[in-house]
């Protein structure tokens, strides 16, 4: 799309909206009201719709020809052949989806676009199996490279569309006015911290028996405006580690209180800090280079191959952390990487320190989405 | 009569240099005569031979006649010795001129000799079963490895452009490293107990002569900061300063060796209380934090009148390894400088002015600093983590610099980065100094985290620093434990 097009219809609109430019997201106004919803609509259609209608094939029709260039042999793969079907039908579908001239046009596409996010929910756990199977047939540097690409097209192709639905259902229903779309314009990182604590304390007790305490300290009462889905995913997976290692450490060196894990909260002048300390031994020196690298993981390989149909306790907490966010527990060696690729998203970054038989403190960095923040995404 | 000497010749430099360029003030361009000195004020000696090495210094006048020229244009390899325009105009200082092109050969050929790094552990080994033919052999090779070391450096000076090459600071330590060299070089071979004692004695004196080294250095990169960019000013102080460190390691492990020999309680090669030479046997780690812990704390509750923040220890500390002690010393007594400084500033800024004793009440408790300490097979790690309010990203960016040429926007370190070095003329980097009110502690000197750095990564060990804005900083120390890595000299 001519970039000259957007600026041009940008510039036209004096009230305050969320507009995308060719490939920068800019929020000119933080209050955002229902009133600036509604003007929105020029002759009953909403700019965002038609933004979202043309900018979304460009970037399905990327991801479906990234997949037609992989060798011959792992496009054949079941899982990986499953997804390029999915984006290729996906692109399909959004691109022949007439132009949207009424509500009801609208509707209609806010409905396809639900259902599109929904099938392609399990992407990044069908995409990890089906490399898994290829291993051999690729080598890493090259799997590294398409997965990097793939999953950060991946977050902003679904940021797009969940805005958008975001958008429209706050339209036409209820919406908490500190949202726009699926922005939280005062985001209070204690209280999410809080809730992925005590799901991954549950998915634990579930799988060890015992789980560690979350401790949250620092600056709690910062709030700032950020995409919860996503620090929501990061802080999961990094509190997945932390209580995976501090319970099987400990088991290790026969310590039978949990020492608990202290998340930590700063807010800077330019970014927001959260600290998640444990004592769940460390990463060895040896494993530290590799822990950033996709199917990179430490737990030993037959725990997550086989499934052990005996032992239905352990079948039916294998289920519930299948269930979770993003896949189990631990063991598909993709935690990390995705964790730290949404939290580059936005210009934050991530950073892990380990300190041999005593515990790890990953550092999460974040910006602010605000008018400043200039990025492509 | 060498007054008239040196007028003479100055007077025929500058003709010469007339002649070959437009002017003496851009020396760049002048590159058919160098002019040359050396600091002391040793006159040299028209006829005579001054140095048992194969080279005559040649009279000054033939320096800078068709002689002199005729030199230069053979040494085209080599990058000129950057012109001193100060040395013209500051005939006063009765600077004189001698012709080091001949010596520029010599350091040439030990420049070009590979430097022997050392590990720990060579050096615990040599001085543990002492014996005179031991002490001779190490000696020699701190004779030998010393002059090339400082060989090393001397063209990295030459290699520095010119702008900084002038600057007085720089020139100082550039002349004092070059009459070390010569000193060291010509030292004759050491075959008995009595040449050891003499080439100790000539090494004790250059230590203590070039304990101005880092303030020089630091107050000339003030100045030149502006003129190179920041990378190569970084580059050049690492390499400075980590060389330095390890002439200054084998210097005083040899002197110290020396003394152990002589002390007539000794016998063995280790000393009662654990010392090979500088080398403990006996660090424990616990014991190291918890005394650096309370001289830090003694200051700050000395100056200020205040209760300061609480050091606490946590993991495995009960850790005995083999290191110098001075090293990780400095290195924990800067990182809890900064931590405690950090707290007071975020907590109760009021009561770091110096007469303030009443607006702090007698409850107020600071947040404590948590000191970790665990150890894997081949590394021990310190883990510092206050809440001193972290360091903003401004400042974050540039805290392992040795460049000044930004400027904070916070008032208070208006001006530059190392101006406090001008009240500080000699420095060794220990925590000795420090405590013995030769330095005083608290004086914010800038080179503490960067001086660490070049500590810690001396021996192949690591100093990070994470910091969480608006909260506190947390700062990772990993040192070698079996002192098997050679020495890092970048």
Redesign the interface.
Known sequence: MPISRFRFISLSFKAPRLTFTNTSFNILKRDYTTQDVISFYDDKVTKSARYTRSELPVRLARRVKALQNLPFIVGTNPYIKSVYRLYFNSFEAIRGFPEITSIEKDAEFAALLKETVDLHAVNIPTLAKGFQECRKYMNSEDIKFFLDDMIRARIGIRLIAEQHIALYNALHNDHDPNFIGIINTRMRPEKLIEQCAKFVHELCELHYGSAPETIIDGQIDTTFMYVPVHLEYIITEILKNSHRATVEYSQKINRYDLPPIQVTISQGKNNIGIRVRDQGGGVSAKDLPSIFDYSFTTVPRDEHEDHPTNNILAGVSTMAMQAGLGGPIAGLGYGLPLARNYAEYFGGSMHLMSLHSHGCDVFLYLKQIDESLDLQI | MHWRANRCSLKSNNIIAKKNSGSYFFPQQTRNVTYTKTPSHTTVPLTANSSSSTTTPPHPLSTVSITGLKANSSNSATPPRPLSTVSITGLADSIQFTSLQPNNRILDQYASQPVHTITLRQLVFFGRNLSEERLIQSGNYVRTELPIRLAHRIRDFQNLPFIVGTNPHIEMVYGLYWSAFEKLRQFPKINTMEDNDAFCATVKELLKEHLVVIPQLAMGMNECSDHIPEKQINLFMNKMLLSRLSRRVLAEQQIALTENWHDPGYCEGITNDGYIGVVSTRCNARDIVTEVAKMTRKHFQNKYRIVPPDVLLD??QDITFTYIPEHIEYILYELLKNSIRGIIEKHAPASLISDNTTSIPKSFSFPPILV?I???P??I?F?VSDQGG?I??EIYSHIWSFSSSHKFSDGKKNGYKFVNFEKVPKMAGTVEEQEGARIPPLLHLGIGLPLSKVYTEYWGGAL?I???????T?A?IRIAKLGNREENLL
């Open positions: 993991g495995e970790t665990c150890s894997s081949t590394d790690h883990r972290g903003p990203d990070k994470m910091t969480m804005d608006g909260y506190g947390d990772y």
